[in-house]
């Protein structure tokens, strides 16, 4: 059987770390398997789906490396769905129903009241003719029920394991507006069969909907997909998250926090599974490791503090090549691997090196703490050229004249040095720093 899956938001607002773990998953368990993966649009619902959403969307996708094979937006297979819909009426599985909003929110509140389900009682399904043409009369537009069967419902949940449901225990759902558009539970049934989803990955939100759907599936004569339902996401609080929660969202992490795209990945492949957390430079190295067997039945928790403990770790062992064209579009033009080797290892995010260009390339106003120690030293710096063994050998001059050592003698070169105190190890950003500035900074002179 050849894999086919599909990751299908709605663009109603922007993506968030639960959401990309969904479409990575789909996307590892595609590459894995040699299959191919739909990006699908769930935009029929146009009072809320925007095109800058869908831009979004592709932007988000795009900036982590989550190609897709096909892609497809629902507004436009619109008449597909139509007919679909028709099929189910000609074959006796839809029947209209008339009750306003109001008349189904009492009818839910009363059986609640009663310690009841909320389910639908079909009324309409015992409507008489005579009552649905006084009602069609009066101008009165049916919105459509799919009749399910009574009987059990059932699967083999690739996350979940075994489900069990019964069609009597669920509410005829609504698949046709009295606007006559057709809604998701629909839509998403026919394009799964259309487009020969082979395996449905997507959140245990939707558990209900499988319940239902796999009769839709059946209804429409599709081969019944695979499914495989993950646990949502919760913020480190263990509160759901949502697309309108900006912090989590995958252009805000990018955007506003800088975080690299292979730590969120890092991160989010690991998540909910037993396997330790670990930094992988790329996709390839994910592909490798990916297991949908791994993902457990359990809650995972999304903390924002392991994202940015992972994206330090990453970019410690960044190389150089990888990052020479970021560097340049920070404005660090001119940085090379012996600037990025000297820094990386103080990196939270790959802005923070800018200060590091400023201490080695910029100007600093230094901070002499013993103007005098300081002159001393300066005193001693040797000649040019050089590299990473002048700060010891400059170092042990300092000490014999000074009889200072350990923290007393780092701590003010450090301070005077960088205007810091704390950073690269001096010894690689001496060289960097060069002779005219360090000469400079120690006799407490901008430079
Ligand atoms: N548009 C639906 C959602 O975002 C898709 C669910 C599915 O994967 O079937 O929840």
């Known amino acids: 059987m050849s894999v086919v899956v599909r990751f299908a938001p709605s663009p109603t607002g922007l993506l968030h770390v639960g959401n990309i773990r969904l479409a ?3 996307w590892l368990f595609a590459r894995k398997a040699g299959g191919r993966l739909l990006l699908r649009l769930d935009d029929t619902d146009d009072e809320r789906s925007t095109p800058t959403f869908a831009a979004g969307i592709e932007r988000d996708l795009g900036w982590l490396g989550l190609d897709w094979d096909l892609k497809a937006r629902q507004s436009d297979r619109l008449a597909l769905y139509a007919g679909a819909a028709d099929r189910l009426k000609v074959a006796g599985r839809l029947y209209p129903c008339y009750e306003s909003p109001e008349e189904l929110g009492l009818k839910r509140k009363s059986l609640l009241a009663r310690g009841l389900p909320p389910l639908y009682d079909r009324a309409a399904l015992a409507l008489p003719a005579a009552d649905r043409a006084r009602l069609e009369a009066e101008g009165r537009r049916p919105h459509w029920r799919f009749r399910l069967d009574h009987q059990p419902v059932g699967w083999t949940d690739l996350v979940r394991g075994p489900a069990h449901f019964d069609g009597a225990d669920l509410s005829d759902p609504v698949l046709v507006r009295e606007d006559g558009r057709t809604l998701y539970t629909l839509s998403s049934v026919v394009d799964d069969i259309a487009f020969g989803i082979s395996h449905v990955i997507r959140g245990e939100d939707h558990v209900a909907n499988t319940a239902v759907q796999s009769q839709l599936w059946q209804a429409l004569d599709g081969p019944v997909p695979a499914f495989a339902h993950l646990p949502l996401l919760t913020d480190a609080a263990g509160h759901g998250l949502s697309k309108r929660l900006g912090s989590l969202s995958i252009a805000s992490l990018r955007d506003d926090d800088g975080i690299e795209a292979m730590a969120l990945l890092s991160l989010l492949a690991r998540l909910g599974t037993a396997d330790a957390v670990e930094p ?17 039945r359990a809650t995972p928790r999304f903390d924002p503090e392991d994202l940015l403990r992972l994206n330090a770790r990453l970019l410690h062992l960044t190389p150089f090549a990888a990052m020479a064209g970021r560097l340049a579009a920070l404005g660090l033009d001119g940085a090379d691997e012996r600037f990025w080797l000297a820094v990386r290892p103080n990196l939270t995010r790959l802005s923070d090196a800018a200060r590091w260009w400023q201490v080695s390339h910029g100007t600093v106003t230094p901070t002499l703490s013993d103007p005098a120690l300081m002159a001393r030293a300066a005193a001693l710096l040797p000649p040019e050229p050089w590299d990473e063994t002048t700060w010891g050998s400059w170092i042990d001059r300092v000490r014999s004249a000074t009889g200072l050592k350990g923290k007393a003698l780092f701590l003010p070169l450090r301070l005077a040095l960088t205007g810091c105190d704390h950073g690269p190890e001096l010894k690689n950003l001496l060289p ?7 000469e400079a900074r120690l006799n407490g002179l901008t430079a």
């Open 24 to 26: 990575l998953v789909n």
């Open 280 to 296: 992988h430079l790329t996709l390839d190295e994910l592909i490798g490791s990916f297991d949908l067997d791994r993902v457990s």
């Open 432 to 438: 960097l720093i060069g002779r005219r500035r360090a």
